[in-house]
T-cell receptor
Framework: QQPVQSPQAVILREGEDAVINCSSSKALYSVHWYRQKHGEAPVFLMILLKGGEQKGHDKISASFNEKKQQSSLYLTASQLSYSGTYFC???????????FGTGTRLKVLA | NAGVTQTPKFRVLKTGQSMTLLCAQD?????MYWYRQDPGMGLRLIHYSVGEGTTAKGEVPDGYNVSRLKKQNFLLGLESAAPSQTSVYFCASTWDAKTYEQYFGPGTRLTVT
């Protein structure tokens, strides 16, 4: 029941865009996005609470399609600081378990 | 305001030894979680708590026990460590699992030889 992320890994040049997808086999109440740099704890990026909700700050935004049980994270004009592993996370209806997705490794090259 | 702290930061154990990892938060959060992260892998939920005195199993609970005697503390115990438990352990807390972000501690690197 772990959300599946795609792609597993992506390499970008500075200034390029990327999309990371998070798909669930179960209905999603909300979706959270985190970024983790090597050797550090995950850092919260944003949370999407409603179906169809889109959020963003700076050049990172996300959408949540409740019907398709998926969320997408959009990184535009990528910077070196965007490198890291991105995880989606969720707590399914009827439980307070919190499950992270499979992760996407993103590397931005100069 | 320290946020979420974990003790110890590093530990090396021999197979069969026991130890307790301490997670403390000063944000009055109800929900607390223990995760493990193996090298190059994602975060897997071990146990969690939805309030003082409560605990519940996560996805990979075998070989671990937990206690939440005080709201601010969540303890993770390994009764008889095995090499397969070599990992980085992260603790996190939040006001609500569905609608608020999780605040993470810095992690504990555990090696079992």
């Amino acid at each position: 029941q772990q959300p599946v992320q795609s792609p597993q890994a992506v390499i970008l040049r500075e200034g390029e865009d990327a999309v990371i997808n998070c798909s669930s086999s179960k209905a999603l109440y909300s979706v959270h996005w985190y970024r983790q740099k090597h050797g550090e704890a995950p850092v919260f990026l944003m949370i999407l609470l409603k179906g169809g909700e889109q959020k963003g700050h700076d050049k990172i935004s996300a959408s949540f399609n409740e019907k398709k049980q998926q969320s997408s994270l959009y990184l535009t004009a990528s910077q070196l600081s965007y490198s890291g592993t991105y995880f989606c996370g969720t707590s399914y209806s009827g439980t307070y378990k919190y499950i992270f997705g499979t992760g996407t490794r993103l590397k931005v090259l100069a | 305001n320290a946020g979420v702290t974990q003790t110890p930061k590093f530990r090396v154990l021999k197979t069969g030894q026991s130890m307790t990892l301490l997670c403390a938060q000063d944000m009055n959060h109800e929900y607390m979680y223990w995760y493990r992260q193996d090298p190059g892998m994602g975060l897997r939920l071990i146990h969690y708590s939805v309030g003082e005195g409560t605990t519940a199993k996560g996805e990979v609970p075998d070989g671990y026990n937990v206690s939440r005697l005080k709201k601010q503390n969540f303890l993770l115990g390994l009764e008889s460590a095995a090499p397969s438990q070599t990992s980085v352990y992260f603790c996190a807390s939040t006001w609500d699992a569905k609608t608020y972000e999780q605040y993470f501690g810095p992690g504990t690197r555990l090696t079992v030889t």
